[in-house]
């Protein structure tokens, strides 16, 4: 059993782009524009949008614990209509689905402005997805996140499972024993790894996996 919580990033504006691109249609979509594309009422309203019209359902429940930031990119018309909504993440487990059921539902936007017109524009939208396990709990310094070249400490919990008997096993890295419930794990490059957790007592039984991202150090 799982439950899940979500949170809305801000919009990012798309800068790895020339100032425009062709699309389809064969017009300008801009990726840089004077005044941004606009949902009705700004970023509140929107992020109320998407809270109520996210499904309570998502991730599906296959899903390990962790925490997954899905990226949609997707374009504002001159009409403020959204088209061409596209995940540029694949975690899969009926994330990306639902990021893009969202916006692709969210009605007409108040389209960018470029030179005193409105224009075709992209945008870039961030949700993070944090889930949670019944089975367990893990706390580090930043929810299911870690970094490179350093000692990150989490501390795992299971009422099923007396802190002494858990134990860990890390894909892509490697994890240190400090006391009851308490490791150590280290890893070299950023990227996702996974973690298993397991009972110590019944032949490293699988109690559940967790999905970290890591970060280089700062």
């Known amino acids: 059993m799982h439950s899940f919580k979500f949170f809305l990033t ?67 018309g001159t009409d403020g209509n959204v088209k061409e909504v596209k995940p540029l993440t694949k975690f899969g487990y009926n994330m990306e689905d639902e990021v893009v059921r969202v916006i692709e539902n969210s009605g007409k936007w108040t389209p960018a402005m470029q030179n005193g017109k409105p224009v075709n524009a992209y945008r870039k939208q961030p949700v993070t997805f944090i889930v949670e396990s019944a089975e367990f709990t893990i706390n580090s310094a930043v929810p299911y996140t870690l970094f490179t070249k350093t000692d990150n400490e989490i501390t795992i919990t299971s009422k099923k499972v007396k802190p002494a008997d858990i134990g860990i096993n890390v894909q892509g890295g490697t994890g240190i024993q400090l006391s009851d419930g308490k490791f150590i794990v280290r890893v070299s490059k950023p990227g996702r790894i996974t973690i298993e957790i397991v009972n110590s007592k019944k032949d490293d039984k699988e109690i559940g996996e967790a999905s970290f991202e890591v970060m280089p150090k700062e």
Not at 39 to 51: E, L
Request: glycine fraction near 6%; charged fraction near 15%.
């Open 10 to 76: 801000a919009f990012i504006i798309l800068t790895t782009c020339p100032a425009f691109a062709q699309d389809t249609s064969k017009s300008l979509v801009y990726a840089q524009v004077e005044v941004e594309a606009a949902y009705p009422g700004g970023n509140t309203a929107w992020a109320k949008y998407v809270s109520k019209n996210m499904k309570s359902g998502v991730p599906s429940k296959d899903a390990p614990a962790g925490k997954y930031q899905v990226i949609a990119l997707f374009i504002v």
